[in-house]
């Protein structure tokens, strides 16, 4: 799934701590005052805006040219702004209990969430090893080799995603699926020892550990947002649990009963995708036999020769048709679209904030498929958002909580109905209205699918921080997890050495990403276009609104955005939403004839197995 790599996220942050050090016959520093708070804040946020405009720019550099030089020249810059981020969540400390507004307040709470250490020898390897397994994942490359023993041409993950996205040879799909896992033990020792040190950061600014912190940043505390997150699950998990069924089925009909079993756990390699987070690729063996549309937006994109500067002003357009202005020329000039020939790059699509003005860019390698077409809606949501909050203070140019940022794209994603296609030239007659339901899988396919593996990729990880899994267990607890949640099991036996790191084949772990924000996104924004359909004056089946060129309706959600993260987060999904709770319902609401199709369909195939 898509990220912003927008540095003020996290805060993670390093300090060498002189200022903790003063001597014991020091004399009691004087009581502070507000006004010293409102210049400690100003002069914090001159500081901090301009350094992090410097690692942004460093950052851009070693994801777009992998090089050891330009790995060491964004380390150098991440580590410039660690330090004085470091060093303001120590100084914030000096307010605590002082009454202030409720804005800096706010701003002295958001500066403490963030990792400090008191070494520089440890700050610069914390930032080292993050540069180093950003860099090892956009590097890595799976080599087969020929019948004979020689080596073959080596893969990169986009070519071996392309393999499980369209073979149906269960050996070949299993061969991608070991190979590109093969690659990420190689980093695992750095992983190890970058956990520990995240953990040190973190326990000197009173958390207990890193996940204690990440869960801490959602305006509740960390124990609270774990009961959230498990609420919402079990909201939401008979919906999958009924998707996961019907898969099953047509798995075995494809696969054949000795690779797809009638209960327990599936292999993770079947579904089409090298992590089984979207099983969209799926489509064609699972679509209705009757009543499904034969459109196919790929085809459509590739027979027109779609180029990616295309397929993103399709996107743009959809913005400026809610009222939202258009891109910057340097938006054009300065992002990455398309993958280069001669150069490694890290593919994974993002979007990147380089300034307070309007310096922003995508990262992606956009093709002209369905899917791309889907991500450059969702990665424009995410600028769309910066250009929205770029008037804020630095220390609220963020989302109400991550899974703001990335929920905004995707509720406009949830908008590419036929309607909007046919709007805008890709469609040339609607399909009829019993297609809903084959157009209702293909989208459950990734929006219900990813719920949870989206869930218990920070559910390792927290027991990863805690300290209750260890290196030697990481696999098994990786795999426990996909069993519980997912149903799946790995292809192959795990190894039995305890050498493997499965989790580190997924980008967001080898680059620490926290992912609870996909899983609350997927919630969000069900909401968010529940609320939009309601202000265009909507009153038709959820799953057939677009709010493309709603001006009514593009308001609203530019009111939300331009509040950045100025206020908790319950307070912005009111103001889009007049709710203040995440709430599974609308998702439910929006899948609701899916489900009754699903159980209709898995109760003729349990009577069929039974025959």
């Known amino acids: 799934?898509?990220?912003?790599?927008?540095?003020?996220?996290?805060?993670?942050?390093?300090?060498?701590?002189?200022?903790?050090?003063?001597?014991?016959?020091?004399?009691?520093?004087?009581?502070?005052?507000?006004?010293?708070?409102?210049?400690?804040?100003?002069?914090?946020?001159?500081?901090?805006?301009?350094?992090?405009?410097?690692?942004?720019?460093?950052?851009?550099?070693?994801?777009?040219?992998?090089?050891?030089?330009?790995?060491?020249?964004?380390?150098?810059?991440?580590?410039?702004?660690?330090?004085?981020?470091?060093?303001?969540?120590?100084?914030?400390?000096?307010?605590?209990?002082?009454?202030?507004?409720?804005?800096?307040?706010?701003?002295?709470?958001?500066?403490?969430?963030?990792?400090?250490?008191?070494?520089?020898?440890?700050?610069?390897?914390?930032?080292?090893?993050?540069?180093?397994?950003?860099?090892?994942?956009?590097?890595?490359?799976?080599?087969?080799?020929?019948?004979?023993?020689?080596?073959?041409?080596?893969?990169?993950?986009?070519?071996?995603?392309?393999?499980?996205?369209?073979?149906?040879?269960?050996?070949?799909?299993?061969?991608?699926?070991?190979?590109?896992?093969?690659?990420?033990?190689?980093?695992?020792?750095?992983?190890?020892?970058?956990?520990?040190?995240?953990?040190?950061?973190?326990?000197?600014?009173?958390?207990?550990?890193?996940?204690?912190?990440?869960?801490?940043?959602?305006?509740?505390?960390?124990?609270?947002?774990?009961?959230?997150?498990?609420?919402?699950?079990?909201?939401?998990?008979?919906?999958?649990?009924?998707?996961?069924?019907?898969?099953?089925?047509?798995?075995?009909?494809?696969?054949?009963?000795?690779?797809?079993?009638?209960?327990?756990?599936?292999?993770?390699?079947?579904?089409?995708?090298?992590?089984?987070?979207?099983?969209?690729?799926?489509?064609?063996?699972?679509?209705?036999?009757?009543?499904?549309?034969?459109?196919?937006?790929?085809?459509?994109?590739?027979?027109?020769?779609?180029?990616?500067?295309?397929?993103?002003?399709?996107?743009?357009?959809?913005?400026?048709?809610?009222?939202?202005?258009?891109?910057?020329?340097?938006?054009?000039?300065?992002?990455?679209?398309?993958?280069?020939?001669?150069?490694d790059v890290v593919c994974h699509a993002s979007a990147w904030p380089l300034n307070e003005k309007d310096d922003v860019r995508i990262k992606m390698c956009i093709t002209p498929t369905a899917e791309d077409f889907t991500t450059i809606h969702h990665e424009l949501g995410h600028i769309y958002y910066f250009l929205a909050y770029t008037k804020q203070p630095f220390l609220f140019r963020n989302g109400a909580n991550d899974g703001f940022h990335e929920a905004i794209g995707d509720t406009v994603a949830l908008s590419i109905t036929p309607n909007y296609l046919q709007k805008v030239g890709l469609m040339d007659k609607a399909p009829d209205a019993d297609a809903d339901i084959g157009q209702l899988l293909e989208r459950a396919l990734s929006k219900v699918a990813i719920l949870p593996f989206a869930y218990s990729v920070d559910k390792w990880r927290w027991d990863v921080y805690s300290g209750k899994t260890k290196p030697a267990d990481y696999d098994k607890s990786w795999w426990q997890l996909r069993e519980q949640y997912m149903g799946m099991k790995r292809p192959v036996a795990i190894d039995a050495s305890g050498a493997g790191f499965d989790a580190g084949a997924k980008y967001h772990v080898a680059a620490d990403v926290p992912y609870a924000r996909y899983f609350l996104a997927d919630m969000l924004q069900f909401q968010f276009h529940r609320a939009l359909c309601r202000e265009a004056g909507y009153t038709g089946p959820l799953h057939r609104c677009s709010v493309y060129d709603n001006a009514k309706a593009g308001a609203k959600l530019q009111q939300m955005l331009a509040m950045g993260a100025s206020k908790p987060w319950p307070e912005a999904l009111k103001a889009i939403s007049g709710e203040d709770k995440i709430d599974g319902g609308a998702l439910l609401d929006y899948f609701a004839p899916l489900k009754t199709w699903l159980d209709t369909q898995n109760a003729a195939f349990a009577a069929a197995e039974k025959k």
């Open 1 to 343: 799934m898509p990220v912003s790599p927008k540095i003020i996220s996290t805060l993670f942050a390093l300090s060498a701590m002189t200022a903790a050090s003063t001597t014991v016959l020091a004399a009691p520093a004087k009581k502070p005052t507000v006004a010293e708070a409102e210049r400690f804040l100003a002069d914090t946020e001159e500081r901090l805006n301009k350094l992090n405009n410097e690692q942004a720019k460093g950052a851009w550099v070693g994801s777009n040219f992998i090089t050891d030089d330009t790995e060491a020249i964004a380390s150098f810059f991440a580590e410039r702004y660690l330090t004085a981020a470091g060093e303001a969540a120590i100084g914030a400390r000096r307010f605590n209990g002082l009454k202030l507004p409720a804005e800096s307040a706010r701003k002295m709470m958001l500066l403490q969430q963030t990792l400090v250490f008191a070494d520089p020898k440890e700050r610069e390897q914390y930032a080292q090893l993050q540069a180093a397994m950003n860099g090892a994942y956009g590097k890595a490359k799976y080599c087969p080799k020929k019948a004979d023993g020689t080596a073959d041409a080596c893969m990169a993950l986009g070519e071996m995603e392309k393999v499980l996205a369209n073979s149906r040879d269960e050996a070949k799909l299993k061969e991608m699926w070991t190979g590109w896992h093969a690659q990420s033990p190689s980093y695992k020792q750095k992983y190890t020892e970058y956990v520990a040190l995240s953990n040190k950061g973190a326990k000197q600014m009173g958390f207990v550990d890193t996940g204690a912190m990440w869960r801490a940043q959602y305006d509740m505390p960390p124990e609270a947002f774990s009961a959230e997150m498990e609420r919402l699950w079990q909201q939401v998990k008979p919906l999958y649990e009924a998707l996961h069924t019907y898969t099953r089925y047509k798995l075995r009909q494809t696969y054949g009963p000795d690779v797809v079993p009638l209960t327990g756990p599936i292999p993770a390699h079947l579904f089409g995708n090298m992590w089984s987070q979207s099983w969209t690729n799926l489509y064609p063996i699972l679509k209705p036999a009757t009543g499904a549309s034969s459109f196919d937006l790929t085809k459509v994109l590739e027979e027109r020769k779609t180029d990616a500067k295309q397929m993103t002003q399709y996107a743009e357009r959809f913005y400026t048709s809610l009222g939202m202005q258009k891109l910057p020329e340097s938006f054009w000039e300065r992002s990455l679209l398309t993958k280069p020939r001669d150069r």
